[in-house]
């Protein structure tokens, strides 16, 4: 296993400043989310295997009742998996790099190579690619691997929302018809929801239509019924079984949409962290509200509390 060395390269957003003799603008302040510490992890399913993650990693294959802990290659900060690459578990981390396991996360190796340093808050696998990863670093942009981790290529710059670039909390591919090739990256943001055919022609709001009306008309005509404005979106989560159904964990509560992220509905009213469904129901729910997990079998009508990990 290869652990993250620390080292003092630049991110490429701070070379950019400098040169123009502006200098490296104070980071924003964090925002409060799924693997920051605490009670709360990073959720995700492996197949039928709940994961939940932070400084270490908890398994469990029975729906909550029993877990199991692994050792983690540095302090997540978000996890990904793919249905069709079972055993496969990606993680972002605090300390930078990507960790990539192909058992689960019994073993683990660390991809840095072409990745700035910074933490890497949020994580992606391509909805019809399990080779093809993609990265969220704060400050810097959205980049991608299309080895499975070995080398990272810049991908697009962070999406500009309110007048100023945002980043990343959360991340999802999405294979809908409506994206240009069928694939949209949706990323939560500190102050709301975008996303970006992979074509990476323009991030873009959520919005009725496809990629290609909302690039000819310009202002497009907004969701019906949007996630609540300004809110950070601290997790995102898709099920391939059913790809237009999303979920989304905000302070305000667990909320679900239908058709791909127009029309949005409260689910649960109490603060969200973490976000996860299952690759072959989109009716299983994992989520952490308040600091516990909880799980749910009908789309969030009800749910029950996983046992104590």
């Given amino acids: ?21 502006i200098g490296v603008l104070a980071a924003l302040p964090g925002v409060a989310r799924a693997g920051t510490g605490g009670a ?8 039928d295997a709940l994961l939940s993650a932070g400084g270490t990693l908890s398994t469990s294959t029975d729906g909550g009742a029993t877990w199991s802990e692994r050792a983690l290659p540095g302090r997540v900060l978000a996890l990904a998996t793919h249905r069709d690459r079972p055993g496969r578990v990606v993680a972002g981390l605090a300390e930078g790099g ?9 073993t683990w190796r660390v991809g840095t190579a072409g990745l700035p ?3 890497v808050n ?27 981790g070995e080398s990272w290529t810049l991908a697009m710059d962070r999406p500009w929302l309110d007048e100023a670039e945002r980043d990343p909390l959360a991340l999802v591919s999405v ?24 074509c990476f022609c323009r991030w873009q709001d959520v919005q009725p239509g496809n990629a290609m009306d909302a690039l000819v008309a310009g202002d497009a005509p907004p969701p019906e019924n949007p996630l609540p404005a300004g809110e950070p979106v601290l ?18 509560g667990l909320w679900a949409s239908r058709d791909g992220g127009v029309v949005w509905t409260q689910i649960v009213e109490e603060s969200a962290s973490a976000v996860a469904v299952h690759p072959e129901d989109e009716t299983y729910v994992a989520a952490i509200v308040g600091d516990a997990l909880k799980l749910s079998r009908d789309s969030g009508m009800t749910w029950t509390a996983a046992a104590a990990k």
Avoid: C, H, Q
């Fill in 122 to 148: 949020a994580v992606a696998i391509g909805s019809r690619d399990p080779d093809l990863i993609y990265a969220a670093i704060p400050g810097d942009g959205l980049y991608k691997s299309e080895d499975a």
């Fill in 40 to 47: 709360n992890g990073s959720l995700a399913f492996d197949g």
């Fill in 98 to 106: 990507v960790g990539f396991s192909e058992d689960g996360g019994a």
């Fill in 117 to 119: 340093d910074g933490a």
């Fill in 235 to 252: 997790s995102l989560a898709s099920s391939p079984s059913s790809p237009e159904r999303l979920y989304a964990a905000l302070p305000s």
């Fill in 175 to 198: 294979d809908l018809d409506t994206g240009m090739g069928g694939i949209w990256i949706y990323a939560g943001t500190e102050t709301g929801l975008t996303r970006v055919p992979d």
């Fill in 1 to 21: 296993m290869k652990m993250i060395e620390p080292n003092f390269r630049p991110t490429r957003r701070a070379v950019l400043t400098a040169a123009l003799g």
